[in-house]
Antibody
């Protein structure tokens, strides 16, 4: 059974750096094709994709947030970490991680398993 | 970025109704279109991938169609547990983008 779980601070202050951890089980990020994405959802708003890391340590980022985001993985711990710098109240959201599968450089299968999400509030 | 549009933002329907939800991409995305269902306070769940493939465990009353720029998600007979918000998403090119969602409400 594949599961993912997000963890991190519930409250951060404006200008601080947010560090979120996605701990997963049921698959390995050293297996060809396996990837983990981060997605966020502000209260009452739509989903926004943030970043992805794949089994080969390739990384993809949202264009609008690229300068603030860093994604990394620790394969031995089955964890993916997302850092976001210079947090602002507009970054208040529920942050999700999700598994994806890459096939020959494309992503045809969507985000098939999601974590429950972690809510982050940014205070001013 | 590829823009995904989902008109309308909400619709009302009754149990047993056939419901169609639309999604349009700002440029061709071939069939790299996924559909998710989200209930309040919960994470999204994958329903369909590659425009018309049913994700494992999803009831067969859900179906998807389309390619290029225009896509639809159809619920053949709406059930009480289907009242939720539905999002489309393209994974044709990064940054992957979602539609704004269509909320299916009880009439």
């Amino acid at each position: 059974q594949v599961t993912l779980r997000e963890s991190g601070p519930a409250l951060v202050k404006r200008t601080q750096t947010l560090t979120l951890t996605c701990t997963f089980s049921g698959f390995s990020l050293s297996t060809r094709g396996m990837c983990v994405s981060w997605i966020r959802q502000p209260p009452g708003k739509a989903l926004e994709w943030l970043a992805l890391i794949d089994w080969d340590d390739d990384k993809y980022y949202s264009i609008s947030l690229k300068t603030r985001l860093t994604i990394s993985k620790d394969t031995s711990k089955n964890q993916v970490v997302l850092t976001m710098t210079n947090m602002d109240p507009v970054d208040t959201a529920t942050y999700y991680c999700a598994r994806m599968t890459s096939v020959a450089g494309v992503f045809p299968y969507g985000m098939d398993v999601w974590g429950q999400g972690t809510t982050v509030t940014v205070s001013s | 970025d590829i823009q995904m549009t989902q008109p309308p933002s909400s619709l009302s329907a009754s149990v047993g109704d056939r419901v169609t939800i639309t999604c349009r991409a700002s440029q061709s995305i071939s069939s790299y279109l996924n559909w998710y269902q989200q209930k309040p306070g919960k994470a999204p769940n994958l329903l369909m991938y590659a425009a018309s493939s049913l994700h494992s465990g999803v009831p067969s009353r859900f179906s998807g169609s389309g390619s290029g720029t225009d896509f639809t998600l159809t619920i053949s007979s709406l059930q009480p547990e289907d009242f939720a918000t539905y999002y489309c998403q393209q994974t044709y090119s990064t940054p992957w983008t979602f539609g704004q969602g269509t909320k299916v409400e009880i009439k």
